[in-house]
């Protein structure tokens, strides 16, 4: 079984708490927007299958307030996959993924794993970002785009099945976890665990 740690990064009210509750409970906060407590961090944990194959999620609920910068640093460097996430019913957060990239660049080597999520795709009527400047983005940051309601879990559970397989592409091209070919295979002794 794989394990990964994905950092949900975006703007405080996008819904990353909503995101990663939606995904590891299957239920939806609704909270009135009078009673917003912003998250300082968070932890959630999933075991689910992703083609065939068992893997583990933590998922880090990260604080979206600048002057929780420091600890989002810190929180990036724990984390392999990242999800930047904005409100497609607010231009401001969408014109801020810029800083939490930049973020994730400085504290990670070479090109990390990202996935662009445009969360509260329920409110059309509100919208401010369109679909196709949220698909721009992602082609300028080399990423997946996807539109995802915490509120109706629409696309909730694909953000998280293409960012393990982005992770898992990544590990099977890594070459320090490469089965060396010139090599004969050593057989693997099985093993049993009782809880």
Same mark, same amino acid.
């Given at each position: 079984?794989?394990?990964?740690?994905?950092?949900?990064?975006?703007?405080?009210?996008?819904?990353?708490?909503? *995101?990663?509750?939606?995904?590891? *409970?299957?239920?939806?906060?609704?909270?009135?927007?009078?009673?917003?407590?912003?998250?300082?961090?968070?932890?959630?944990?999933?075991?689910?299958?992703?083609?065939?194959?068992?893997?583990?999620?933590?998922?880090?609920?990260?604080?979206?307030?600048?002057?929780?910068?420091?600890?989002?640093?810190?929180?990036?460097?724990?984390?392999?996959?990242?999800?930047?996430?904005?409100?497609?019913?607010?231009?401001?957060?969408?014109?801020?993924?810029?800083?939490?990239?930049?973020?994730?660049?400085?504290?990670?080597?070479?090109?990390?794993? *990202?996935?662009?999520?445009?969360?509260?795709?329920?409110?059309?009527?509100?919208?401010e970002v369109s679909k196709e400047e949220g698909a721009a983005l992602a082609r300028q940051f080399g990423c997946e785009f996807i539109e995802t309601s915490a509120k109706t879990a629409q696309n909730v559970e694909r953000v998280f099945t293409s960012l393990v397989r982005a992770l898992r592409q990544t590990r099977n091209l890594d070459p320090g976890t490469a089965p060396n070919?010139?090599?004969?295979?050593?057989?693997?002794?099985?093993?049993?665990?009782?809880?």
């Amino acid at each position: 079984m794989d394990q990964w740690t994905v950092a949900v990064l975006g703007d405080g009210g996008v819904g990353k708490t909503a *995101l990663a509750v939606q995904f590891t *409970l299957n239920c939806f906060l609704n909270r009135p927007p009078q009673t917003y407590d912003p998250t300082i961090e968070d932890a959630y944990r999933k075991q689910f299958v992703v083609d065939n194959r068992m893997c583990f999620v933590e998922v880090i609920d990260t604080a979206g307030q600048e002057e929780y910068a420091t600890l989002r640093d810190q929180w990036v460097r724990e984390g392999e996959g990242f999800i930047l996430v904005y409100s497609i019913a607010s231009r401001s957060t969408f014109d801020r993924l810029e800083v939490f990239r930049q973020s994730v660049r400085r504290a990670k080597r070479g090109d990390p794993i *990202l996935m662009l999520v445009g969360n509260k795709c329920d409110k059309t009527y509100e919208r401010e970002v369109s679909k196709e400047e949220g698909a721009a983005l992602a082609r300028q940051f080399g990423c997946e785009f996807i539109e995802t309601s915490a509120k109706t879990a629409q696309n909730v559970e694909r953000v998280f099945t293409s960012l393990v397989r982005a992770l898992r592409q990544t590990r099977n091209l890594d070459p320090g976890t490469a089965p060396n070919p010139g090599r004969p295979k050593e057989k693997k002794e099985k093993k049993c665990i009782i809880l």
